[in-house]
């Protein structure tokens, strides 16, 4: 008697599966041909940032209107190119697209993020730099607040310099800068010379920051970080002009 229930369970707790199951696919097929309802665009923001905005990445994915998404038969609809069309926007670093079981179209859209500009004589010519050493180009939409490089005279820095093996360096200083806030707050702007050196003026004090190759970043920002807590308090701001923490164990001051 007690197996006979046993079986009975199982057989039944078998049906209810299989039912649910069928209604699952069921429900999945039918909402997989709905057409498309609604295109619903979400851009992360977490740094603030405003180049691309809902209406261009609406119009990335419809080509401009031409090719109208609402409505569209799921299967004219290619994902993987729609993502791959708002990638090719300088300022999407990752894009991702995908339909819920109402029958919208989801386009996830994450930021290129710059942390310096690069400037020019003719401002025309300026570009952001990001975090992978990689350009972007001047928005219409908005202006980052990042600190700006200039090339001190001679030949200006190619496109791929920050990511050859002598660039490299040269980004990890900016990245050092980026990711310290007491360090994007009071560099000013950052200079580089024909000879490859560093230097930089602030937003507190006079004196221009003499900071040689951009190699052993953290030991020199922590030696004039030495100098800002020791000689501007008992000397006063205004007492040198120049500040050297190039060479090893030294602070020069002038």
Not at 41 to 54: A, M
Not at 180 to 205: D, L, Y
Request: charged share 20%.
């Amino acid at each position: 008697m007690e197996l006979k229930r046993r079986a009975n369970n199982l057989i039944f707790a078998t049906v209810c599966l299989v039912l649910l199951t069928g209604l699952a696919v069921f429900a999945g097929v039918r909402q997989a041909s709905r057409p498309v309802s609604n295109v619903i665009v979400n851009i992360s923001n977490e740094f603030n940032n405003y180049f691309i905005s809902e209406k261009e990445v609406t119009a990335l994915l419809t080509r401009n209107g031409q090719q109208p998404l609402i409505g569209a038969d799921p299967s004219e609809l290619d994902l993987k190119a729609l993502e791959a069309r708002l990638r090719a926007h300088s300022f999407v670093k990752e894009a991702q697209v995908y339909r819920d079981l109402a029958g919208n179209l989801h386009a996830d859209v994450r930021q290129s993020r710059p942390i310096v500009r690069l400037t020019h004589n003719d401002t025309r010519l300026d570009t952001y730099l990001d975090t992978e050493g990689q350009l972007l180009p001047l928005s219409p939409l908005f202006t980052a607040r990042v600190v700006p490089v200039s090339r001190v005279s001679g030949p200006p820095l190619q496109p791929g310099f920050f990511r050859d093996s002598t660039g490299q360096r040269y980004l990890e200083f900016l990245r050092y800068i980026d990711e310290h806030p007491f360090w994007r707050a009071q560099v000013a702007e950052v200079f580089i010379a024909p000879n490859g050196k560093v230097s930089f003026t602030q937003q507190v004090g006079d004196q221009r920051i003499e900071f040689g190759s951009p190699d052993n970043i953290s030991e020199k920002f922590a030696k004039l970080m030495v100098f800002y807590r020791q000689i501007p308090p008992a000397l006063g701001w205004d007492t040198y002009h120049r500040v050297n923490v190039e060479f090893k164990d030294q602070i020069i001051c002038e």
